[in-house]
């Protein structure tokens, strides 16, 4: 068996809204077994910035449309590289083991969230 299929990088993304601090976003995860992409975005940013929040209505459409497009490896590299605005964090993995990629996303967006 591939070892790296045993594992899954994740990252979480910021959003950094103009003249306020960095705001978690939600979590990635690029499951090691097939190379898909899942995430899971908070629903509503405390931003009181219209741009933000009209790009933050469109985030999950968007992604959705370039994991089609491009495959998650390609998306997560593209997010390590965009704006200033939306900024992933450094990759972790983390061993899945017999867990579904839902199952750590859940447990990862958690354990975010309450940091």
């Given at each position: ?11 979480v993304?910021?959003?950094?809204s103009?003249g306020?601090g960095?705001?978690?976003?939600g ?10 992409l ?5 629903d509503k940013?405390?931003s009181t910035?219209?741009?933000v ?5 469109h ?16 998306v997560?590299?593209w997010?390590?590289t965009?704006s ?9 993995q983390?061993?899945?083991?017999d867990?579904s ?5 859940e ?9």
């Amino acid at each position: 068996m591939n070892t790296e299929s045993l594992y899954a990088d994740w990252a979480v993304l910021f959003v950094h809204s103009p003249g306020q601090g960095p705001e978690f976003g939600g979590v990635f995860l690029l499951d090691g077994r097939d190379q898909i992409l899942y995430f899971k975005l908070k629903d509503k940013l405390a931003s009181t910035d219209q741009t933000v929040i009209d790009l933050w209505g469109h985030m999950a459409t968007e992604l959705n449309q370039r994991i089609a497009d491009y495959g998650g490896t390609d998306v997560l590299a593209w997010l390590e590289t965009m704006s200033n605005t939306f900024r992933l964090n450094d990759r972790h993995q983390i061993l899945h083991r017999d867990k579904s990629p839902a199952v750590l996303l859940e447990q990862l967006y958690l354990a975010e969230v309450q940091k």
